[in-house]
């Protein structure tokens, strides 16, 4: 895949990605969240909501969501005392102008639909405060895992779309490059049920999953199967972008 000429510091794929880390391990290390007032966007099952609203009490943190049995299932679990979740997209944002410390997105920015990626970045912007955050983290359409599931959901187009908007955001003046991290997330499964109930069975998507897909997945998947199962890596990029003051 080309990069944009136009910005030559962002960088789609880097060759040899060596770090193998939690996510959490990134954010931390980029980010300063005590005291902050946090907004992410396409919180999903809200795992690293929830996990940064317990390490930082003293933050606030929304979390927001557009699929309607994934916001339900949030609202019904237990939720920190520090955080909200709401139901919204990236698209439009009815938070108030310059209210938020920093902006996530973890894996999301790509679910946004392509005719409204510049939408959610001016939106982004213009809710962060002068100085603020936005931490966006994305899959690189590369490795194993990307070829499994590249097998029955083929996110190329989209994920490309994904970095050209982030780009574009940058190259409109709404953001700063402050840094690009690339690192590789450990991905383990137990078994194939584990693998399918994870990936096919999503409420965010209509995966609609052919016979002859799940059976090539498979095969795939046990090409990789050993005593504990299924251990892989996801190759992730993250972004850190800057409002201007």
């Known amino acids: 895949m080309t990069e944009p000429a136009t910005l030559p510091r962002m960088r789609l794929e880097q060759a040899q990605i060596t770090r193998v880390c939690a996510e959490s391990e990134i954010y ?29 009490p003293t933050a606030t943190i929304i979390a927001a969501e557009v699929d309607r049995v994934q916001h339900e299932a949030n609202l019904a679990a237990s939720v920190p005392s520090n955080l909200r979740f709401v139901e919204f997209g990236a698209e439009v944002i009815p938070l108030p102008a310059a209210s938020v410390d920093v902006v996530l997105m973890f894996k999301s920015l790509h679910h946004v639909p392509v005719a409204r990626l510049d939408d959610a970045s001016s939106e982004i912007a213009r809710v962060l405060r002068p100085g603020g955050h936005a931490y966006i983290s994305e899959p690189i359409f590369a490795g194993p895992l990307n070829e499994l599931i590249r097998i029955f959901n083929d996110e190329q187009a989209v994920r490309q779309a994904a970095f ?76 850190l972008l800057r409002k201007p003051r």
């Open 164 to 239: 050209c908007a982030l780009c574009r955001s940058v190259d409109r003046g709404l953001f700063d490059l402050e840094r690009e991290v690339f690192f590789l997330l450990p991905v383990k499964y137990e078994d194939f049920a584990e693998f399918s109930k994870r990936h096919f069975d999503v409420t965010h998507s209509a995966r609609h999953v052919t016979d002859t897909q799940r059976e090539a997945v498979e095969r795939l998947f046990n090409s990789h199967l050993g005593p504990d199962g299924v251990s892989l890596t996801q190759q992730i990029r993250v972004d």
């Open 28 to 56: 931390e290390m980029l980010l300063s969240l005590d005291a902050a007032t946090i907004l992410e966007l396409g919180c999903g099952k809200a795992a690293h909501t929830r996990r940064i609203a317990l390490a930082h």
